[in-house]
T-cell receptor, first 120, second 112 residues
Framework: GAVVSQHPSRVICKSGTSVKIECRSL??????MFWYRQFPKQSLMLMAT?????????EQGVEKDKFLINHASLTLSTLTVTSAHPEDSSFYIC????????????????FGPGTRLTVL | KNQVEQSPQSLIILEGKNCTLQ??????????LRWYKQDTGRGPVSLTI?????NTKSNGRYTATLDADTKQSSLHITASQLSDSASYIC???????????FGTGTRLKVLA
């Protein structure tokens, strides 16, 4: 149990275009979903936290108009990188925390496999 | 400021050898500490979870220790395999808000 998927796994786009990344909790409902960014040889950096049905909370320095997050349901969150530029090229990882289940810890984030974004 | 530091930054060992990775933290309030393995181009996968009262926890060839007094943790890998080549990330979770504080990671390479 506790599987999180991301789609696509890799995406290459031209500068100026927008890219949408999906994050799904496959076998549990997620109270909260998180979006991280990871540059080569660095650890994960939290970008934003989203709760179903409410606006995302962005970390300091993350442009909310550039990185649009929609947490439309308890199993799906999307990250849209708008007007992408080469400096947005990175590895994006989502995670999800389960909603009050006896079999899963609510203090645990279950991580997706990540999405490699390359902006040309 | 909540911080998690790991050492060494990178490590190369021969297959079959043991190694120990270190994690020092200054995080408050403390809930639990976790070690994750992250293969290149993949998301992190949990190895161990340790609470304040636990000193040692094992998961196969991985053994984690925690000293809550000195705020140090270690991850010991026994009889390393080529598939152990990955980044190992120490994460400390705060109580109440369950915020994840990530360490800088240790990149391990196991050579044949």
């Amino acid at each position: 149990g506790a599987v999180v998927s991301q789609h696509p796994s890799r995406v290459i786009c031209k500068s100026g275009t927008s890219v949408k990344i999906e994050c799904r909790s496959l076998d549990f409902q997620a109270t909260t979903m998180f979006w991280y960014r990871q540059f080569p040889k660095q650890s994960l950096m939290l970008m934003a936290t989203s709760n179903e049905g409410s606006k995302a909370t962005y970390e300091q320095g993350v442009e909310k108009d550039k990185f649009l997050i929609n947490h439309a349901s308890l199993t799906l969150s999307t990250l849209t990188v708008t007007s992408a530029h080469p400096e947005d090229s990175s590895f994006y990882i989502c995670s999800a925390s389960p909603r009050g289940l006896r079999t899963l810890r609510s203090d645990t984030q279950y991580f997706g496999p990540g999405t490699r974004l390359t902006v040309l | 400021k909540n911080q998690v530091e790991q050492s060494p930054q990178s490590l190369i060992i021969l297959e079959g050898k043991n190694c120990t990775l270190q994690c020092n933290y200054t995080v408050s309030p403390f809930s639990n500490l976790r070690w994750y393995k992250q293969d290149t181009g993949r998301g992190p996968v949990s190895l161990t979870i340790m609470t304040f009262s636990e000193n040692t926890k094992s998961n196969g060839r991985y053994t984690a220790t925690l000293d809550a007094d000195t705020k140090q943790s270690s991850l010991h890998i026994t009889a390393s395999q080529l598939s152990d080549s990955a980044s190992y990330i120490c994460v400390v979770i705060t109580s109440g808000t369950y915020k994840y504080i990530f360490g800088t990671g240790t990149r391990l390479k196991v050579l044949a």
